[in-house]
């Protein structure tokens, strides 16, 4: 590996690998080995070479821009297929689910367990697909939605076997901390964003 090509690949070390980083990096590696023997050729020692050809190629800001919006496209659009495939995932459980339970025991209801459980392959995969989508911080959303999908299954567990003794507030108190410690985190986070201090 020669100068040139270690410039480039230090340039482009933090862009995702894609197949058109490779071709834009071997392209222009070429053109600046073109140029740096064009150089050699007139005269110039290979060190004050190197240097010029160096020099002359400047930054690359502008392209590794568009490189990292074209992947961050590529990511958005996978991880949306991940997550449409877990969506119709979760209604065809849920429905096969329904239609087990009212068909063979209608007197008892137990489709809310499956359903309970199917809901967590689509949940974390919505959140993932949404911070890299908008680039922003999804605990405190995924706590929330976490925490009604499991006081939702306390309520239907306390309400439907025993309705007469309220006993799912004891579970629910201790859920909520979860959602109250994100958004306290987060509120943290904030604040030391806004005064510019990092620990």
């Known amino acids: ?5 270690a410039h480039i690949r230090k340039l482009f070390e933090s862009v995702p690998e894609s197949s058109r980083k490779r071709e834009i990096m071997q392209e222009i590696t070429q053109n600046l080995n073109e140029k740096l023997s064009d150089l050699i050729r007139q005269g110039q020692p290979r060190e004050l070479a190197v240097s010029k050809t160096i020099e ?13 919006s074209s992947a961050k496209l590529i990511k958005v659009k996978k991880d949306g297929l991940a997550l449409a495939f877990s969506v119709w995932g979760s209604v065809l459980i849920i429905a096969l689910a329904l ?3 009212f068909y063979y025991t209608p007197h008892i209801i137990w489709f809310v367990y499956p359903t309970f459980a199917v809901l967590w392959w689509p949940l974390p995969l919505f959140f993932h697909w949404l911070r890299i989508r908008n680039n922003v911080p999804i605990g405190f959303g995924f706590s929330v939605c976490g925490f009604i999908l ?5 309520l239907f ?6 309705p007469h003794i309220i006993w799912c ?21 904030k604040n030391k964003e806004e005064d510019g201090s990092y620990e």
């Open 99 to 101: 239609f087990a339970n």
């Open 157 to 162: 567990i306390n309400f439907y076997y025993t």
């Open 169 to 189: 507030v004891y579970p629910i108190f201790a859920v909520v901390w979860w959602p109250l410690s994100m958004l306290f985190y987060r509120l943290r986070q």
């Open 56 to 68: 002359d190629f400047g930054d690359i800001d502008d392209l590794k821009a568009e490189l990292e």
């Open 1 to 5: 590996m020669n100068e040139i090509e």
């Open 150 to 154: 499991i006081a939702c299954l306390m």
